[in-house]
């Protein structure tokens, strides 16, 4: 294994559709494992300076994920039953990140390059800006994108681009994907004459709190829950010496539906939610978790039944991990006992023949007015929240308590007076880090617009994971003044 | 008073060259104050988003600071003794400084806005990506500032160019000079149509640490001590919401000088070292307080005693309050008395007729293998130390113990070989935000490729405070997806 761990416990892979133990592909690091990755890593800051070698290094990542396909397709599959389409879909996006990342840092641009000339009339000295790697970055995988936000994922391309080596925490759920990712990219490197160290990974819970806290980590990329997230914040503005914590902790991503857009297409609406919140099993961190509809008769009654007759057909599939079903039936059923609380579709355990961990999405509708705090945290996993506004005083007060959130979404007609409209986008607007007008937010795209992050808890940084802007997370300025050429770094020559 | 604190204590001004008190121009914020203070500023959040409006305040508030420049001058110099000339030139960047915002607001370039349009041929949505503001700012006055770094200083300007309201904790310092420049701000911001309260103040300790801690409060920015800052990034991370807390907490501005620069410009450099490290009395964040120069004779001789001679001519003068003189004379002396100091210049009180509280430098030297912990904490004022090295292997121990900084300089020979030249570099540049060659880091300017910030303690997060970039520091990205034309900001239309 890449990890070289020798001496901590099996990590188990485990097998989400029957929860049997299928290998133990690494062990996981004490605090000497941690710091023999983080030194390791280190060590090759000087060799990815190298601003062509760092562009092959992606391509070349790129080009070993692809080659290996079949075999990661099938080893990600095994551990989180995200089934071949979406994974082979999440495999092309992330090779897509590594070769946009290798463009990136061809194209220099990032580097925001400003040259002032020295001014012999005022004194004015020679000052040439750049940016310079913040040195080791640590990379915590999801457990929702075993690939796209795991080993080769967002965080990792765009360390490596910015010449930041990178030591991954592993994902539970997903060991065996993150070591066989490992593998391939530390050969990449190899390829292309850097050393395999620019990335290592380290497996385990206190692995994690081990790695923030290590010295020569010098800033950190992570996605997961609030709790384990803030929980890593805390500990990293708590060092010795404080680091950047860019984290994505959660997201309610709430969809407000307008009368007039219930009163013409609730039916299409109604199947559209259920569509978007049980897509991949509701695991995505920009599943709509509230949607706010108006509690008007007929169209209220056409809306929900849409939603609940769609959503009842989406079938029966395991969830990432059997601790993350857990989570999920236990926390749907909270919710669901809840008072006020109307069951429109029951979550709950749905077994199959191939899949005995199966479980089915869940609908829940409450009157605006008996909004329980507890519907305002994320449920991972297919459920979502149908809260019934009365009028404009209902609408200003729920938004007023929602925390901060990737998305919020607004259906609405097209004859939409501007008066009714713009007060409300004015109260999503600082809610969130994307505004989505008549679509759903799991419907998106990596492109250089995208934003994916939103005021805390949805990101603990006002930056973004996607695309790549990322690349700043993990640099900082530096201005040289009065240089020489030949002490000059190659971007801020004449 | 602008603060509208009717019940705290008085908060009384000092006259540094006596230690008398002028006047009490303030008073205490209390909790109360400082939610009425927070509370009136982010009530005017939407009349900032009006993006002409904004660049007309900052012009605004530039012409009526110029029109006060009599009273300004006269009210700083009485509470800072820093004197006519230096408080001129401060004005007129703190002037310069708000209308190269107001340049940066009109072009909106600082929005970064990025457009991919809709493709239906792949489903790919229309996304639309632009900056926001992110709510009310914190501004932290810095002593040694009381007008670029204070309550119409760079992060006031930045903040406001953003559209982030502004509440200024004041300077106990100089709390005559902060009232007086916000009611001019205040008074700017009525006359272009804007509300008052897009700027306020609060005086007092613990008026600071509410102002971190209010719900309300979106950012910080701060310019002062490593003790006081750090308790207030811890605050600003232990909120429920954590914020970005943007402080400068100290600098060291190591600065090496080569074997063969001191063989061929002993004098020049010592010379030049005294006229950096006295210049405003030592009171710049970018004072050089460590500088190591070659132990080989007669070459050490020579630059010592320039830089003894120059240094003892400087006319003793006040530091810039009481406080801060008590931690000059008790933090000299102490790095005087550790062992293996040799004291070359006795830093010390030196009453003059109008100030009696007056002081004169010092100069210490102690050789690389004497290196106290003691010696790599800021002494501000008037103190630097020589550290004598010896041979290519203290150098490196030296640099490895240095803590982040805003600079690192280096003098060096024209004719010196790159082989000793890069790898210094290379040890110099992860220490620095600017790297300065055969200069002195307290001669710089204020241009676009300015980079003020280095790494930690010289900076908490890897932006800058100087500089038309600062305005990133308030704003945070947001994507528009799918919205039609009339629900877009301005800068996202066609």
């Known amino acids: 294994m890449t990890d070289r761990t020798r001496t901590g416990a099996p990590v188990p892979s485990t097998d989400p559709r029957t929860g049997a133990v299928r290998a133990h592909p690494a062990r996981e690091a004490g605090p000497a494992d941690v710091d023999r990755a983080v030194t390791a890593a280190a060590r090759t800051l000087d060799a ?18 692809d080659a290996a396909r079949p075999e990661i397709l099938a080893t990600a ?42 001014d012999p009339a005022t004194g004015r000295p020679d000052l040439r800006r750049t940016k310079t790697p913040l040195g080791v970055a640590a990379v915590f995988a999801a457990g929702n994108f075993p690939l796209a936000f795991s080993v080769p994922g967002g965080d990792t391309a765009s360390a490596l681009a ?17 070591e066989l990712c490992a593998r391939l990219l530390r050969g990449a490197a190899e390829r292309v004459g850097l050393p395999a160290d620019v990335l290592g990974t380290v497996h385990g819970f206190a692995a994690g709190t081990h790695l923030v806290q290590h010295p020569l980590t010098a800033a950190v990329g992570f996605t997961g829950s609030l709790r384990g997230g803030r929980a890593l914040h805390d500990l990293a503005a708590a060092r010795p010496r404080p680091i950047p914590f860019h984290g994505e902790l959660g997201s309610l991503n709430p969809v407000v539906v307008t009368e007039r857009a219930a009163a013409t297409r609730a039916a299409e609406i109604g199947t559209g939610l259920a569509a978007s919140y049980t897509l991949g099993q509701g695991q995505y961190c920009t599943k709509p978790g509230l949607v706010l509809v108006p509690a008007a008769r007929p169209a209220l009654d056409a809306l929900e039944r849409a939603a609940t007759t769609a959503a009842a057909q989406a079938p029966a ?71 019934r506004y009365h009028d404009d005083t209902d609408l200003p007060a729920v938004l ?25 986008l004015a109260r999503l607007a600082p809610l969130a880090g ?24 949805a990101a603990t ?26 002490l000059l770094p190659a971007e801020l020559r004449d």
Chains 1, 2 share one sequence.
Request: with cysteine; proline share 12%.
């Open 162 to 178: 910015a010449g930041c080596p990178v030591v991954v925490k592993a994902h539970p759920g997903h060991p065996e994907t993150g």
């Open 434 to 457: 994307r505004l989505v007008l008549n679509a759903w937010p799991t419907a998106t795209a990596v492109t250089p617009a995208m934003q994916h992050g939103g005021p805390y808890p």
């Open 77 to 118: 599959d095994a551990e989180t039953a995200l089934g071949e389409a979406r994974l082979t879909g999440e495999l092309a996006r992330t090779t897509h990140q590594l070769r946009s990342f290798a463009r990136t840092v061809a194209d220099g641009g990032y580097l925001e390059v400003r040259i002032d000339r020295a």
């Open 400 to 424: 007023a308590r929602l925390p901060g959130t990737l998305t919020a979404a607004r259906h609405h007609a097209p004859d939409e007076p501007p008066a009714r409209t713009l007060p409300l």
């Open 317 to 387: 599939a395991p969830l990432l991990d059997p601790r993350i079903r857990e989570n999920y039936l236990a926390g749907a059923a909270h919710r669901a006992a809840l008072p006020g609380v109307e069951v429109l579709l029951a979550p709950g355990p749905a077994p199959t023949a191939d899949a005995p961990l199966a479980v089915r999405p869940g609908l829940l509708a409450v009157a605006a007015e008996d909004l329980h705090d507890d519907l305002l945290d994320e449920c991972f996993g297919p459920l979502t929240v149908l809260v």
């Open 48 to 65: 990815l300076a190298d601003r062509p070698r760092r562009a092959a290094l992606l391509h070349a990542a790129a080009d070993a994920l």
């Open 461 to 486: 940084t006002p930056t973004t994971s996607v695309g790549t802007s990322a690349i700043h997370r993990w640099l900082r300025p530096v201005t040289y003044q009065d240089a020489p050429p030949d």
